[in-house]
Structures are given as structure tokens and as C-alpha cells.
């Protein structure tokens, strides 16, 4: 107990150096395996498991044993329970047991003026019962279905953090989160399940005057949700970004950008640090990235490490970039030298921690002997 | 004939700007003005090469070839154009058979290849998402398309997609048919290691690769040793 | 934030004036709490 206290401890200080611009005594690492992955490692059936929180420990437990973290390595972010009771039509469970979202649209073209004019009465009275279909009810069979989902929800909200709070114990994990609050940017919460992609697209031509009108809207809510009950400037706000590649830069510009700094120094003016996962590829935005509140954590995908650390470098923290594709179908020794590659970039002068390009999903999405031997190459290898 | 000649030249540069009120007003004229349906479409058809070439140079994004996409298909919905768009099969340059493989669902990418392709020329088969790899052979033999197309978003597709490979060559339909993979993720050693005859990362290098396949066999059906 | 679904404690003792200094000691944390939970709730479902 005591040995894992001194660890967690330990690795702790690793961030923390991080986080304040001090250089570690060596790279922190922080693998990401989803709970489907821990399932599928742990030789379990994922369209069972997911159904029972209390079991996932022991699963978990076999993750945390094979593969190195200096921070807790896996959690679960969408479970089916909360999303079946609500007859969830945006977070479907795909054949293979794996959830995902199908194109939605939980705001209707009609619809933007009245998000405009109140974000959250609009997403309870005209989203909701659009995304769920047990939500498109009368208002007594509605509060019935919500108390139920609700209750579904917090039970599996509090196992899990019940269970990370073991598995950083039995562990030694380091007593830093950065997923202690979650949201996303303004233009991103009203594309993924409200406009949806296609529409998103075609409205950022047809109206774009109600799209920025409404990210503009969507800011407060984003900032609120996205604070903790208890914020810490060693934890962070984690904000997966979407759609930004995908847009032309004017429309970047004018549409994305603005809210989501804001958001970003919203939060930083709450106590919190953002997380970004950086998807797919951002070197066209280099420069807005650079204007973010300092000490930004920037989890990349795709990209030019190098460019990335010469621009960004010295104002934030810097992770990603390392191929999870190439943990699946290169060579263990191909595996380290890219992690040799990328650390010899990205580590110098401190602000960087080692992670993959993106969360491994699934035990097919990586060869699990080449994840092994890259984290521990890493942990062995990689000092500054 | 002149206004008309200078209609032709407008639609085409419309689509390009992605103009889509202006597209459809325009097109309405040039329909009532006589123009020939098959006319029309070749112009969209160059406005949407337009578009792709704008996409390769990185001035467009994937959020205006679903504008192009959408555009292209409001012309197809145009009254003079329902009855005539019937392509007989013969005119078709080729055919193609794409799906998202099992274990995804994501299907914006296929939806941008496919209106890609259909405006090439292509005949377009779309089986679907999360489709298990019996089901890709099974409209492969059924289909007897000149290309398979393979769609995936998530990492976990490429164990996938090398099943389908599998299952294709175990039937005896490999010789029959090029393979294709579509996703952002997918590299050359992806690619090989799936067992796919080529890859692409965006639905316009697919469209592309597909027409190369397709003009080297002399523009009627693919073997997979050309 | 305004809103008809969401509702902090000082609007809460607005519509309660007959709350006494020691309860709303009590009070106030955990029912402001449930807001706070249920407006996570809601937003976790459309993100």
C-alpha cells in the first residue's frame, strides 16, 4: 500500500512539473484504452459487460496490469443502460457490441431561433425528444423515463468513479485528471447531435448568420458545463474537437473559432485547463491554437510534430501524434523507433507527455504486443 | 444558341462556387430555354471536377463537397430531369460496389464518394454500414462489380476490412474485382497489410483512382492484373 | 443562465421567502447539487 502510495506520489510530480513549465525526471506517459478494449483484453463479451459496472473492476484490473500509465489508462465514457432506457437514437450499439452514433438531428432547421434565444430550454423541450425516442412522449410517461434514465446514469457515474479511485490505488497512478470536465466547442456541440454533419455543412452556406449566431449562444452553456464542482489547475476540462478540419478557413474564422477561445478562456477563468484532443489534422490553424490561454493540454492526431513543438511548444503541452495504425500493422521494432522518433522531437525542453494519436478502441484496433512494448520502452527509455 | 452556350458556361462556374440558389434558378432556365437534360448533367458533372480539383488544392474542405454533393442532387430532383436520368447501364463507365464495414456506422464519407462517382459516371451500389463480410461477397456475386469499395472511419476497421479481402479470395472473386479502401486513417502499409489493390484517404483521390482503373481497361468493365 | 429548467438557489428562496437563515444553511448546498447534476445530465446526453 504504501509502496503504491510513494508511487502515485511520484508520478504525480511528473505532471505537476508539466504542468507548471518545471522539466520532469523523465516523459510522462498516459495511455487510453477505452472500456471496450479492457473488455475485449479481458476475453469478456462486450454486448454483455457493458451492462454490469461492478464487474468492470476485475476487467479493468487486466489493463492496468499489462500496460504501462503513469496515469489511469482506461475509462469508460459511454455505457448502454441510461441510453436504452431513453430509446437513445443517437447512441446506437452496433453489432459488435461497440456504441456509436449514427447522423442525428436533434435541432431542426426551424429550430435555430429558439436555441438562439434560450440554448438550454430549446435542448430539453425540442432536442431531447428528438435524439430519444422515449422522450417523444407525454409529459408523465417523459418524467418517468427521465427519473429512471437518471438514476441509471448517476449509478454508473459513481461505480466508475468508484473504481478509478481503486484502480489509481491498487496502481500507484498519478492524482491528476484530465477528464475531470468535459464539453465541447460551441460549433461542435450544435453540429455532432443537433445539426448533425451534413447539415452542419450545408448550413454553414445556407445560414450562416443563425450558425454563428448560435455557437455565440451555445458559449456560456459550454463554459458551465465544462467546470467542475471542484476545479484544480492540475486537472483539466477535456474538449474533443470535430469539425474544424472540415471547414473552409473563412468559415473557420467567423464561425468556429471565436466561441471555442472563449470558451477555452471562459473555462481557464473557472479554474480549469482545457484538454484538447486535437483530431484529425489542425497545421492550417497553428497560429489560432498558439493564441490559447496558456499551459493548454493539446492531444494530436495528425500533423507535423515538429512544427507543433516549434510554434506550441514553449505556451502549452504537447501529446499524440504516435500512430495507434501503426501498433497494428508494423513491426515491434518499427513500434519503438517511431516512439524513439517522436520523443527525440517532442520532449526537449519539457511540455510534452507521451500518448498515442488517438484512444485504442478495440483489441483488433492494435497489436497488443507492439502497444506493450512501445509504453515500455517509453517508461525505460525516455528521459529528458 | 448563344445565351444558351453562355448559360452552360455559368452553370458550370455556379456549381463551382457552390451557389446553389443560383444553380437551380439557372438550370430552370436553360431547362425551359431547351437544353437537353444529358446536357445538363455533363455540365454539373464539370462544375462537381471543378470542385474536386479545388478540394485536391486544399481550397475546398469535405464540408463543401457535401454542398456539391447536395447540390447535384437537387438538380437530379429538377422536373425535367427525374424522368430522364435513367443512365441505361451500357453508358454507365462502370460499376461500383462500396459499404462501410462491420463494427462501423460512419457513412459521410461513402455519401461524398458516392455522389463523386455517381457524377463520373459511375454506377453506384450502396450496401450500407456495419455490413459483415458474407454480405460484401454475397452482392459482389450477385452485383458483379468492376470495383469493390470498402468505407471504415474507426481503427478497428482495418481487421475488418482484411476479412473482407479474405472472404472475397476464399470465394473465388478476387481475380474478378479491384478493392478499394476509403478512410482517413488507412496508409500504404495499411493498405497492404488489408490486401486492398489501392486505398485513399478522401472520396475525391478514390474517385479518381476508380476512373484510372476504369479508362486503362479500355473503359469497360476492370481485371485485377491491369 | 436563464432558464425555465434550471434554477439556482437565490431564485429558489425568491419563490420561498419563509426559508429561515439555519435552513437555508442546510438547504441550499444539496439542493443546488440537483441543478447542477441534472443540467450535467442533460448536457451529457447531447454531447
Not at chain 1, 461497440?98 to 435555430?112: C, K, R, S, T, W
Not at chain 1, 445560414?207 to 492540475?234: C, F, H, Q, R
Not at chain 2, 483521390?205 to 476504369?214: F, N, T, Y
Request: glycine letters at 8%; aromatic letters at 10%; proline letters at 4%.
Amino acid at each position: 500500500m504504501t509502496d503504491m502510495l510513494a508511487l502515485s506520489q511520484e508520478r504525480t510530480q511528473l505532471f505537476h512539473d508539466l504542468i507548471d513549465g518545471k522539466i520532469p525526471k523523465k516523459v510522462p506517459i498516459s495511455g487510453s484504452f477505452a472500456h471496450e478494449f479492457a473488455i475485449q483484453y479481458a476475453g469478456k463479451d462486450l454486448t454483455e459487460a457493458q451492462w454490469d459496472t461492478d464487474g468492470l473492476e476485475p476487467i479493468f484490473e487486466k489493463t492496468c496490469q499489462d500496460f504501462y500509465s503513469d496515469l489511469l489508462p482506461v475509462s469508460a465514457f459511454r455505457l448502454p443502460s441510461f441510453y436504452k432506457i431513453l430509446g437513445s437514437r443517437n447512441f446506437v450499439m452496433g453489432s459488435s457490441g461497440f456504441i456509436q452514433h449514427p447522423e442525428v438531428e436533434g435541432l431542426a432547421l426551424e429550430d435555430y431561433d429558439a436555441f438562439i434565444a434560450s440554448p438550454f430550454d430549446c435542448i430539453v423541450e425540442r432536442v431531447l425528444p428528438k435524439l430519444y425516442s422515449k422522450l417523444d412522449t407525454d409529459s408523465t410517461q417523459k418524467s418517468m423515463v427521465m427519473a429512471k434514465a437518471f438514476k441509471a446514469y448517476t449509478d454508473e457515474m459513481g461505480n466508475l468513479g468508484r473504481i478509478y479511485g481503486n484502480l489509481i490505488q491498487k496502481f500507484g497512478y498519478g492524482f491528476v485528471n484530465f477528464y475531470s470536465g468535459f464539453c465541447e466547442a460551441p460549433f461542435d456541440i450544435i453540429s455532432d447531435q443537433l445539426r448533425g454533419f451534413k447539415n452542419i455543412s450545408i448550413d454553414v452556406r445556407r445560414v450562416p448568420d443563425k450558425v454563428e449566431a448560435a455557437a455565440e449562444a451555445a458559449t456560456p452553456l459550454m463554459i458551465k458545463m465544462g467546470t467542475p464542482p471542484n476545479p484544480s489547475p492540475y486537472n483539466a476540462t477535456f474538449i474533443p474537437l470535430h469539425m474544424a478540419p472540415y471547414l473552409r478557413g473563412k468559415d473557420f474564422e467567423r464561425l468556429y473559432w471565436p466561441s471555442f477561445k472563449k470558451t477555452v478562456e471562459g473555462l481557464k477563468a473557472n479554474g480549469m485547463r482545457s484538454f484538447l484532443f486535437v483530431e484529425n489534422d489542425w497545421m492550417r490553424y497553428i497560429d489560432y491554437l498558439a493564441e490559447l490561454p496558456e499551459g493548454t493540454i493539446m492531444l494530436f492526431e495528425y500533423g507535423d510534430p515538429k512544427l507543433v513543438k516549434e510554434k506550441l511548444g514553449k505556451k502549452h503541452i504537447i501529446s499524440g501524434f504516435y500512430p495507434v495504425s501503426l501498433l497494428k500493422t508494423g513491426t515491434k521494432q518499427q513500434c519503438i523507433d517511431k516512439a524513439k522518433e517522436l520523443i527525440d522531437v517532442l520532449a526537449p525542453g519539457g511540455g510534452y507527455y507521451f500518448g498515442f494519436d488517438k484512444v485504442i478502441i478495440t483489441l483488433d484496433s492494435a497489436n497488443v504486443e507492439n502497444t506493450k512494448a512501445v509504453l515500455d520502452y517509453v517508461a525505460e527509455n525516455a528521459n529528458y | 444558341m448563344e445565351d444558351l452556350k453562355k448559360m452552360e458556361g455559368k452553370i458550370i462556374d455556379l456549381v463551382e462556387q457552390l451557389d446553389e440558389d443560383g444553380v437551380i434558378r439557372l438550370a430552370n432556365q436553360a431547362l425551359d430555354a431547351g437544353i437537353q437534360p444529358l446536357r445538363l448533367l455533363e455540365l454539373v458533372d464539370e462544375g462537381m471536377n471543378r470542385v474536386g480539383k479545388l478540394y485536391e488544392s486544399k481550397e475546398y474542405f469535405i464540408a463543401d463537397l457535401i454542398m456539391a454533393g447536395l447540390i447535384f442532387k437537387d438538380i437530379l430532383k429538377l422536373e425535367k430531369m427525374t424522368a430522364q436520368f435513367e443512365r441505361s447501364y451500357s453508358e454507365r463507365i462502370g460499376t461500383i460496389l462500396i459499404g462501410t464495414v462491420k463494427g462501423d456506422i460512419h457513412d459521410i464519407g461513402k455519401e461524398i464518394f458516392r455522389s463523386m462517382a455517381e457524377a463520373n459516371g459511375f454506377q453506384v451500389i450502396d450496401i450500407g454500414v456495419d455490413v459483415p463480410k458474407e454480405l460484401f461477397v454475397s452482392k459482389v456475386l450477385e452485383n458483379k462489380p468492376d470495383i469493390l469499395g470498402l468505407s471504415g472511419v474507426l481503427t478497428n476497421t482495418i481487421e475488418a476490412m482484411r476479412g473482407v479481402v479474405e472472404a472475397i479470395t476464399v470465394a473465388g472473386l478476387r481475380d474478378t474485382v479491384r478493392i478499394i479502401a476509403g478512410g482517413n486513417h488507412l496508409t500504404e502499409d495499411v493498405c497492404r497489410f488489408i490486401g486492398a489493390d489501392s486505398y485513399a484517404n478522401d472520396a475525391s483521390s478514390g474517385v479518381k483512382r476508380c476512373r484510372g482503373w476504369i479508362c486503362s481497361a479500355g473503359g469497360k468493365g476492370v481485371r485485377a492484373d491491369d | 443562465m436563464n432558464s425555465k429548467y434550471y434554477q439556482t438557489w437565490e431564485e429558489y428562496k425568491a419563490e420561498n421567502p419563509e426559508i429561515t437563515e439555519k435552513q437555508e444553511q442546510a438547504m441550499a448546498p444539496k439542493m443546488q447539487t440537483y441543478d447542477e447534476m441534472l443540467f450535467s445530465f442533460i448536457m451529457f446526453l447531447c454531447a
